[in-house]
């Protein structure tokens, strides 16, 4: 049986509240920490600021100016109205306008693309994205691309990391870290996702480590050993909403969100991912109420879309 025929095998389960039994041989293997690395280098004018700012466009788009670098994360540039397709025959329809179009952002050192749904990677974002930027991903979402002609792509597994340089000895690593889109078992019906650690260093040492969680649901069994690896987080980007398709929970809700916090322990916390589509079922106050119970508060940095925070502070 292939994923695809697995997977609506699995969601048609969850949808009835039946209990999931899977093999674990059926998920994609993993190899060793640290295996193989890429180095590319940055594109584009190097810009002489240490500037570490977040522009929020929507879902879970953001636009990130870490002094030499920017980053595009998870781009969807679909429209007002416009159907996102989520497989198995499913689609959401988009109730937002994104903060910036595709034609006009800046060049990109890289996008990093935490899976291939059509709410985080769109067809308006394939039209107008240049073929040859590179885009960090997952494995399977990498070969799909290719096939798209986006020559740059590049799968990383678990742990395995993409390095970008520029002028003076400014560096900026990407990191792939472990993320699972839904409950044990019904993950296997949706696309293989990653989460990210993201190392900006100026040549006088590091000044940024920021986390982007991907759309994962809070397991401490499987995200446990982001910490341990990645001590000294600065600031998370973190996927809510609570996403639900044919019932099954999918994406973090604000408990799920709160438990990773506490797990992460970063200096600032940046929720996204909460509003553009009707599967996002819970508003962003109630993350933002529990955060306020749970003693976050003052970590917390609300944004809507449009706005730019600096990460830094």
């Given at each position: ?6 997977g609506a ?13 899977l093999a674990?041989?059926?998920r994609e293997g993993?190899?060793?920490?640290g295996?193989?690395a890429w180095?590319?280098?940055?594109t ?9 700012t977040?522009?929020?466009?929507g879902?879970?788009?953001?636009l990130l100016r870490l ?9 969807n540039f679909l ?5 996102a397709y989520?497989?198995?025959g499913m689609?959401?329809r ?5 903060a910036?179009?595709?034609?006009e952002l800046?060049?990109?050192a890289a ?9 985080h990677f769109?067809r ?9 930027v ?9 070969r799909?691309l290719?096939r798209?002609?986006f020559g740059e792509?590049?799968g ?10 520029a002028g003076?000895?400014?560096t900026l690593?990407?990191?792939a870290v472990p993320a699972?889109?839904g409950?044990?078992?019904v993950h296997l019906a949706?696309p ?8 900006w ?11 982007v969680?991907g ?7 499987v995200?446990?050993e ?5 001590g ?9 909403g ?7 929970l999918?994406?973090?809700d604000?408990?799920?969100?709160v ?15 909460y509003?553009d ?5 819970e508003p ?5 109420q ?7 508060g003052?970590a917390v940095r609300?944004?809507?879309?449009g706005q730019t925070?600096d990460l830094?502070?």
């Open positions: 049986m292939d994923r695809k025929t697995l095998a699995v969601l048609a389960a969850a949808g009835a509240g039946a209990g999931v039994a674990r041989s059926l993993t190899p060793p920490a295996e193989q180095t590319v280098r940055a584009g004018e190097a810009r002489p600021t240490a500037e570490a977040a522009t929020f466009v879902t879970a788009t953001v002094g030499a670098f920017t980053l595009l994360t998870d781009p429209h007002l109205g416009q159907r989520l497989g198995y689609w959401s988009r109730r937002t306008e994104p910036l179009p595709v034609d800046p060049p990109l996008v990093v693309l935490s899976h291939l749904h059509g709410d769109d308006v974002a394939r039209r107008g994205l240049p073929r040859d590179p885009v960090l991903t997952t494995r399977p979402a990498a799909r290719q798209w002609r792509a590049v990383l597994a678990d742990w395995q990391s993409a390095t970008f340089s003076g000895g400014e690593r990407v990191t699972r889109h409950p044990a078992g949706m293989v996702t990653m989460g990210s650690v993201i190392d260093q100026p040549a006088d040492g590091r000044r940024l480590r920021l986390y969680s759309d994962t649901r809070y397991s401490h069994r995200l446990r982001i910490p341990e690896r990645f000294g987080i600065d600031a998370a980007l973190l996927h809510l609570g996403t639900r398709l044919l019932g099954a999918v994406t973090m604000a408990r799920d969100g438990a990773l916090s506490r797990l992460l322990d970063p200096r600032r916390i940046v929720p996204i991912h509003d589509y009707p599967v996002f079922r962003l106050s109630t993350f933002l529990l955060a306020e119970l749970s003693g976050l003052g609300p944004v809507v879309r925070v830094t502070e």
